[in-house]
């Protein structure tokens, strides 16, 4: 009963989040599926996992490789803390007269459900597999890779860093035994997966409380960071300062999904070889960055609305705020999109000037997608998507 309450209540609050991104997620399904390589192309879709078998690579290398996989699965589930250990409704399970393992088996159930996408590339790679030598040490990798994750991703949850140490010690021998030769390969793989396994069985059912002397030390330390950094600053710029901290985890799930997008534009550059692709590839990654870092837009004005009689009484011009929002879009977004350029510059692909042009030319997009947010939030999707598009083929003919 437990595990299908639990199912039923994340089902819900996913739900409503995909029917309030509806028009995302048809576009993106639209962009994807007709050039996914699903079944002709598994190396390229399981190409995350498959790097980190790669003989060219080093220790250190895989070793940052492979807590680089394990982090995208922990903040996964961060994104979802709400949705996966129960919200509102883990307090009514918490009074529930059930067993800990009991808790801890429904969990591992829960995350197993909300980290279906990131199976993906995974089973990629276990089709991959099976036409590579050394199939019994390879999926042993891959499986020890799924228990340390999910041992992350558990103790995320559970806010309990007590399983830290064996997982850490897993991740070691992982990367350790892939430098080993082949007959003693198989018998190191085996040892993260008994580490992965103990973290698992060991660690304490997911919370959705905060302890009261942590928030509280938290809480003076952040306000004494705040009071001595916004001594400088204008007070427009310490508003806007204050509406993005109070929307922290938006703002972290919107770093999240323009991290991933600077990753893997990195990866296909690198893929590429630096080739003639990469220019244009920059360009739709930096009108994507844009697109993800212009839904700050709604929170900003959302709050603006509600503070509209004190924000009236401020001795601000009209067109101040437009332009602080902007400015604020634009240094959210700035860190990554400015990778990519960054990149051609180091490997000659584009001089420091042209660079950096392209790099500004990503400013009048990141005004033009105020408009939707502004005048037309309902569809500010479709029509952000559409001036996107536009800017992009506006800008190609003049670095290309």
């Not at 007070?235 to 993005?244: K, Y």
Request: charged share 10%.
């Amino acid at each position: 009963m437990m595990l299908s309450c639990r199912l039923r209540w994340y089902a819900l609050a996913t739900s409503r989040l995909l029917r309030r991104h509806w028009q995302a997620l048809t576009l993106s399904i639209l962009l994807l599926l007709p050039a996914m390589p699903v079944f002709a192309q598994t190396r390229i879709l399981g190409a995350p996992v498959l790097a980190a078998l790669a003989p060219s690579h080093g220790m250190e290398w895989r070793f940052m490789w492979v807590h680089m996989l394990e982090a995208v699965g922990m903040l996964w589930v961060l994104a979802q803390r709400s949705a996966i250990t129960g919200g509102a409704f883990a307090t009514f399970l918490d009074s529930l007269p059930t067993s800990h393992s009991r808790r801890r088996a429904v969990d591992i159930a829960i995350v197993l459900v909300a980290s279906t996408p990131l199976f993906l590339p995974v089973l990629a790679a276990a089709v991959a597999l099976a036409f590579l030598p050394q199939k019994a040490a390879n999926y042993l990798f891959v499986l020890d890779l799924l228990l340390i994750t999910l041992g992350w991703q558990l103790t995320v949850l559970s806010r309990s860093a007590r399983n830290a140490v064996p997982l850490v010690v897993a991740n070691l021998i992982l990367v350790v035994a892939l430098q080993t030769s082949d007959p003693i390969r198989p018998a190191l793989l085996v040892m993260p997966l008994v580490l992965a396994a103990f973290a698992i069985a060991h660690t304490p059912a997911g919370s959705t409380s905060r302890s009261g002397g942590r928030g509280a030390l938290s809480r003076r330390v952040m306000g004494c960071v705040r009071a001595n950094v916004g001594q400088g600053l204008s007070p427009v710029m310490r508003l806007q300062i204050g509406i993005v901290w109070d929307r922290a985890a938006g703002v972290f799930a919107r770093y999240l999904m323009m991290g991933s997008v600077t990753a893997s534009t990195c990866f296909l550059l690198g893929l590429w070889n630096f080739d003639a692709r990469t220019v244009p590839l920059t360009l739709i990654s930096q009108a994507v960055i844009a697109l993800i870092a212009a839904t700050t837009y709604r929170d900003l004005r959302a709050a603006h609305l509600r503070a509209g009689q004190f924000m009236r009484s401020l001795p601000i011009a009209a067109a101040a705020q437009p332009r602080a929002d902007m400015l604020t879009v634009a240094a959210l977004a700035l860190p990554f999109a400015c990778v990519a350029p960054l990149l051609l510059v180091a490997h000659g692909v584009l001089p420091w000037w042209p660079a950096a042009s392209l790099l500004c030319s990503g400013a009048p997009l990141i005004a033009l997608l105020y408009l939707p947010q502004r005048y037309a939030p309902r569809q500010s999707v479709l029509l952000g998507t559409m001036s996107a598009a536009v800017w992009v083929a506006v800008v190609w003919p003049l670095f290309t």
